[in-house]
């Protein structure tokens, strides 16, 4: 099993969500987030004070698939997240040893 982990802009969400919806993909874990990369940061004025925002907001998307849909998901979010600009996000991918439904006690690809 794969974990993929991406973070991205959050006005992308939706689209996200829908692309790894078509491919069967229904459980996922969204939690806001902020930072940034080479896009660093910005200065904003208000009330005629310049400050810098370091932090940007960002969402990431969290899913557990077994490892013959990880391509397929992360090319998904790779479509439906780009624009094309700087701070697209990222895509992280790493081995899940085990998966463990606590209701049923279910593990495996049965547990996703």
Known sequence: M???EAIIK???LDEVKEALND???????VTEAK???RQKGHTELYR?????????PKVKIEVVLE????D???EAIMTAAKTGRIGDGKIFITTVEDVI??????RGNEAV
């Open 72 to 74: 397929r998901a992360v």
């Open 67 to 70: 490892d013959a849909m990880a």
């Open 23 to 29: 491919l069967g993909i229904k459980g996922l874990t």
């Open 101 to 106: 439904r606590i209701r049923t006690g279910e």
């Open 10 to 12: 959050p006005f992308k």
């Open 48 to 56: 005629g004070a310049e400050y810098v925002v370091d932090f940007l």
């Open 2 to 4: 794969k974990k993929i």
């Open 35 to 37: 930072g940034f990369g």
